[in-house]
Nanobody, 120 residues
Framework: QVQLVESGGGSVQAGGSLRLSCVAS?????MGWFRQAPGKDREGVAT???????RYADSVKGRFTISRDSAKNTLSLQMNSLKPEDTAMYYC?????????????????WGQGTQVTVSS
């Protein structure tokens, strides 16, 4: 079982930036970021595999960048041009299988989450 610990959340004004980080206790093929706003279902934000192939939700394309350092088992999410609708709890997720969809139910390992709040 892989342990995932997120950090980097906080409060920022619209148009600002934040960088989220996730440290994994072991290596996995797929890693990704998901988010859940109050009263809404958890949704995929971005995923990345061990080869660096990335997927993004349409709502964050061009604003968010996912990256990983496989040697350090770390995952990052650079979030720019933040909007109030980006406000949510952000979760790091991982899976050993060799496909990395933006599908919540696919992922077997989850962190505890880090809160991002964007004010207008």
């Amino acid at each position: 079982q892989v342990q995932l610990v997120e950090s980097g959340g906080g409060s920022v004004q619209a148009g600002g930036s934040l960088r989220l980080s996730c440290v994994a206790s072991d290596s996995t093929y797929c890693m990704g970021w998901f988010r859940q706003a109050p009263g809404k279902d958890r949704e995929g934000v971005a995923t990345i595999d061990s080869l660096g192939f990335t997927r993004y939700a349409d709502s964050v394309k061009g604003r968010f960048t996912i990256s990983r350092d496989s040697a350090k088992n770390t995952l990052s999410l650079q979030m720019n041009s933040l909007k109030p609708e980006d406000t949510a709890m952000y979760y790091c997720a991982a899976d050993v299988r060799r496909w990395c969809p933006l599908v919540v139910s696919y992922y077997s390992e989850w962190g505890q989450g880090t809160q991002v709040t964007v004010s207008s």
